[in-house]
C-alpha cells in the first residue's frame, strides 16, 4: 500500500459513509476536536515510521477531525463574531505543536533533488509520488510534507495539500514551517480567519518552544496592524521578524503590502473582531519574550 492510501485512505471495515452525523453543538465540538487530536498524536506516536498507520488507522481520526472543523466552522459563522463562543483566540494562541531541533537540510536527503528535478520538467505526479514514498522513511523531516503540498496543489487537489500538512505537525520534528505553509495557502484564498489563525500558530510554536527559526508569520503579522492602528503590535511584530531573519530586515513590497492590508480589512469590514482581538492578545502575551 502506498504512502498516500495509508496516511488518508478511511479504514473499510468501519462504514463511515453511512454513519449519521450527529448534530453537537459548539462546545461538544471544539471537545472532541481535542480529544480527536490528542488521540491522533498517541496514534502516531505509538506507530512505525516505515508504515504509517497500523492500530486504529490515524486516517480516520484526521477524517473525523475535519469533520468537526467543518461544524464548528459553520457554526461560528452563524454567530456574532464579536462573541469568542468559535474560541478563536485561545485555539490560535494553543501551544499544541512543540518545535523541535531539526539540522538536516536539502543536502541531507538524496530523493529531494530528483523531487524538484521531476518537478521542474513538469512530472508532478512523479514527483508526488517519489516524495510520498520519500516520506515512508523520512515521516519527521517537514521538507516532505511541505513539497508535497506544493505537488498536490499543482495536481489540483487543495485538500489533500492542506492534509499532508497537517499529518506533518503531527509527525514532523520542525512544525512552525507547516504551519506557515497552511496560513499561506489560506491567504492565497483570501481566507483571512485561516490565514491569522495559522500565522499565530506559527509564532506560538516558535516563542513557547524557545526555537526561532522562521520570520514569515512575524512579518506578515505586522502589516495586518498597520490599517487598524496597532502600532506597538506592529513595532513588535517587525523587531521578532528581524531578529529571526538571518539576511537582515527584510519587507514586502508595496504589491505585497496591498495584500495584507487588505487582508484584514475583510475582518474589519465584517465587524468580525475577535480576529483583531487575537492579533493584539498574541502581543499581550508574548511581547516580553
Same mark, same amino acid.
Given at each position: 500500500m502506498d504512502f498516500l492510501k495509508k496516511l488518508f485512505k478511511r479504514n473499510k471495515s468501519r462504514n463511515t459513509e453511512t454513519e449519521p452525523i450527529e448534530k453537537i453543538d459548539i462546545t461538544d465540538s471544539t471537545d472532541k476536536l481535542d480529544k480527536l487530536e490528542t488521540e491522533i498524536t498517541v496514534e502516531s506516536k505509538d506507530s512505525n515510521p516505515k508504515n504509517i498507520i497500523e492500530k486504529t488507522d490515524i486516517t480516520d481520526s484526521i477524517d473525523e477531525l475535519d469533520q468537526l472543523e467543518a461544524e464548528i466552522a459553520v457554526e461560528s459563522k452563524d454567530s456574532n463574531p464579536k462573541n469568542t463562543v468559535d474560541n478563536f483566540i485561545e485555539k490560535s494562541l494553543e501551544n499544541k505543536y512543540q518545535e523541535l531541533e531539526d539540522n538536516? &537540510?536539502?543536502s541531507h536527503f538524496k530523493e529531494l533533488p530528483e523531487i524538484d528535478r521531476l $518537478? %521542474? /520538467?513538469g512530472d508532478n505526479k512523479a514527483a508526488l509520488e517519489l516524495c510520498l514514498q520519500s516520506l515512508e522513511t523520512h515521516s519527521d523531516s517537514f521538507l516532505f510534507y511541505s513539497r508535497a503540498s506544493v505537488l498536490y496543489d499543482n495536481i489540483d487537489k487543495p485538500q489533500? =495539500? /492542506? %492534509? /499532508?500538512? $497537517? =499529518?506533518g505537525l503531527l509527525k514532523s520534528l520542525s512544525k512552525c514551517s507547516l504551519a506557515q505553509d497552511i496560513a499561506d495557502k489560506a491567504f492565497k484564498r483570501n481566507n483571512y480567519r485561516d490565514a491569522i489563525? &495559522? &500565522?499565530i500558530q506559527a509564532g506560538v510554536i516558535q516563542i513557547e518552544s524557545k526555537i526561532l527559526v522562521e520570520y514569515i508569520p512575524f512579518l506578515n503579522l505586522a502589516y495586518l496592524c498597520q490599517p487598524i492602528g496597532f502600532e506597538k503590535e506592529e %513595532? &513588535?511584530?517587525?523587531s521578532m521578524a528581524d531578529r529571526i531573519s538571518t539576511q537582515g530586515p527584510i519587507r514586502f513590497n508595496s504589491d505585497g503590502v496591498n495584500l495584507r492590508h487588505k487582508l484584514i480589512q475583510q475582518a474589519t469590514g465584517s465587524n468580525d473582531s475577535v480576529v483583531l482581538d487575537a492579533i493584539k492578545e498574541f502581543y499581550n502575551r508574548y511581547n516580553n519574550n
Open positions: 538536516r &537540510w536539502f $518537478k %521542474k /520538467i489533500d =495539500a /492542506i %492534509k /499532508i500538512l $497537517k =499529518a489563525f &495559522w &500565522w %513595532k &513588535w511584530f517587525f
